[in-house]
């Protein structure tokens, strides 16, 4: 039987580190009872789920935050949702709400942790690649989680619903 | 985080097994700064083993580009061996395959001295 697309899927988020590894591998699970995925598909898969989880155990005081999995064709939406205040700049030019659309800006969120990003709304922006500079060891960052969801994904994006005072993490990948 | 150490006999390079299935944000700052210890003691000729490792995190990779770069200073060198094929990928996706020493045992790696 053919699955009607697209599928939805709450789930919550561990609050362990050592819960990460069978959190990630039961919502891999989940996704492959409703499609197929070659092992790329599913290591790319893995990583971003991993990231956005442990980003939420180093980084959410919050009890209530949720991935949720939008399964569709040709395409896979990861959505992590976290009540809370929006993410705050340690070094930029701007700070949401941008003042500028459509803009490729540097922020940055400590000194080892730097990123260049597109805005998108006021309360929106994309990552983007995060070698588009070069790396070397010297200037190689410490903190990889926000690199490594970008690069596994074809798009990662970032909105602060400010009513509802929700933070959205939206990763696509192409199926 | 539970690591056993040893000096390979004949050399004067440590090996470092991780004796964990996750080496994530819950194991990384402790192995960063054991390994750190020890370099200041000096240590130079690290090897350490991934063989019981099944998935490895940001927290992690953060944790071994710190000692690599602690390493790096004093003239010493870093091989890493026995990662899985998620592992390298993850390597690969993030350029650290260029800038670490990945190979697949100890023999390979002892030659890397």
Redesign the interface.
């Known amino acids: 039987m053919k699955n009607a697309f697209p599928i939805s899927l709450i789930l919550q988020i561990p609050k362990h580190p050592d819960e990460i590894l069978s959190f990630t591998k039961s919502a891999l699970a989940e996704i492959m009872k409703c499609k197929e995925l070659d092992i790329d598909h599913q290591r790319r898969i893995k990583m971003i789920l991993v990231e956005l989880v442990t980003n939420s155990i180093k980084h959410s005081l919050n009890t209530d935050s949720q991935i949720k999995l939008i399964i569709d064709h040709p395409s896979l939406t990861i959505q992590k949702l976290e009540k809370g205040l929006q993410i705050e700049f340690t070094s930029s030019e701007q700070q949401i709400p941008f003042e500028e659309i459509d803009k490729t800006i540097k922020i940055s969120f400590s000194k080892e942790n730097k990123h260049h990003i597109q805005t998108l709304d006021k309360y929106k922006f994309k990552f983007l690649n995060p070698f588009a500079e070069g790396l070397d060891i010297e200037h190689m960052p410490e903190h990889f989680g926000l690199y490594i969801i970008t690069l596994a994904s074809d798009s990662f994006i970032y909105q602060y619903d400010p009513e509802s005072k929700e933070n959205r993490f939206t990763v696509n990948i192409n199926t | 985080m539970n690591i056993s150490k040893r000096l390979i006999s004949g050399t004067d390079v440590d090996m470092i097994t991780i004796e964990e299935?996750?080496a994530?944000?819950?194991q990384s700052e402790h192995f960063k700064k054991l390994i750190l210890q020890d370099i200041r003691q000096g240590s130079r000729k690290i090897i350490i083993s991934f063989s019981n490792v099944?998935?490895v995190?940001?927290?992690f990779?953060?944790?071994l580009?710190?000692i690599?770069?602690e390493l790096?200073p004093h003239n010493g060198k870093l091989v890493l061996i026995g990662l899985n094929d998620?592992i390298v990928?993850?390597f690969q996706?993030?350029?650290?395959d260029k800038?670490f020493i990945l190979k697949n045992d100890l023999d390979a790696a002892i030659k890397e001295f």
């Open positions: 299935k996750e994530n944000l819950s099944e998935y995190d940001s927290s990779l953060g944790a580009v710190a690599l770069k790096l998620d990928n993850l996706l993030t350029r650290l800038i």
